[in-house]
């Protein structure tokens, strides 16, 4: 005998893009996404007995977030999740849970001659601000924000020793070496019990993502790094202590490694330690390092 354990279903990658037309200034602000939402509730059937009276074809699912982007603030993120989410639970009373997942993608506004053009914007990076919202009749709403694709690399100011050395060791320690790490940083909001109580005090969405993009930039930058471990770990510390109603941050970074090349073979060239300049970027394997901190 078999059982449907679990199911889902909806529509992924569905591409939305909206602009806001200041009429006023003459100002344009555009906004680009990429959105997931996935159903759950009374939907067994479905699978099991070919019922598709309780479908809501993902066909439609499409649609209604287009409609809910043209109805509801598409900014932040994390409100338009949220309405998305509510609206399939007010609306099918056999959907429980809607889980949404928005992927905004960079268009940062275009300076001309120190002036920023009115319409006019280029993509600085693949870095995305991601939501992840999962609205459901019985735990209210719960958010998750995250900064994903963020890449850095610093150049020194990162030392890596004292670790255990064994007869599986052969990495030498280092007091300078290169740092370089692709972040993703997810940030856990305490549950709101409705859309609306998302939307009052929606300033905290963007405040926490400035925040915790600062933070992880500085502490990257700043931080006279002992290991990628401690220097995720004060990033975590410091969103916590910024965002009050965040309740654990989390990190999973890469540890995208640059080996030094030997190059004494030819004419006794030196390029290890400190006389270290040309450097071979690895694809993989890489290290990866993943944490979260919640409040004690
Ligand atoms: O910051 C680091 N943490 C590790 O756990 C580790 N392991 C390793 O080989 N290099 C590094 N670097």
Redesign the pocket.
């Known amino acids: 005998m078999a059982r449907l354990a679990a199911a889902r279903y909806g529509k992924d990658n569905v591409r939305v893009y909206k602009v806001h037309k200041d009429e006023a200034t003459g100002t344009q602000s555009v906004t680009e996404m990429t959105v997931c939402c996935l159903l759950e509730g009374q939907i067994e059937t479905s699978y099991t007995e070919a019922d598709n009276s309780v479908v809501v074809a993902t066909d439609s699912i499409k649609n209604t977030i287009y409609i809910k982007a043209k109805e509801h603030p598409v900014n932040p993120p994390e409100l338009y999740a949220a309405h998305l989410g509510q609206h399939f639970l007010d609306k099918y009373p056999h959907i429980n849970v809607a889980n949404i997942k928005v992927i905004v993608h960079r268009w940062t506004r275009i300076n001309i001659d120190g002036k920023p053009h009115p319409h006019s914007f280029y993509r600085d990076g693949n870095e995305t601000r991601n939501v992840e919202a999962r609205v459901s009749r019985e735990a209210g709403i719960e958010l998750k924000s995250a900064i994903q694709g963020l890449q850095v690399l610093k150049s020194t100011g990162s030392a890596?020793y004292g670790?255990v050395r064994d007869e599986y060791t052969t990495?030498g320690e280092t007091w300078d070496r290169i740092l370089s790490t692709d972040v993703d940083a997810t940030w856990t909001w305490k549950t709101f019990p409705t859309a609306a109580a998302v939307e009052q005090g929606v300033e905290r969405f963007d405040q926490a993502f400035e925040a915790a993009r600062t933070i992880t930039l500085k502490t990257f930058a700043e931080d006279e790094s002992a290991?990628?471990?401690n220097t995720m770990y004060k990033m975590c510390e410091e969103i916590l202590e910024k965002a009050a109603e965040v309740e654990s941050v989390g990190y999973s970074l890469p540890?995208k490694h640059y080996f030094e090349i030997d190059l004494s073979w030819h004419k006794g060239y030196k390029n290890t330690g400190k006389d270290a300049e040309v450097y071979a970027p690895q694809s993989g394997p890489n290290?990866l390092?993943k944490c979260e901190v919640a409040r004690s």
């Open positions: 890596f670790f990495l290991s990628v471990q540890n290290g390092i």
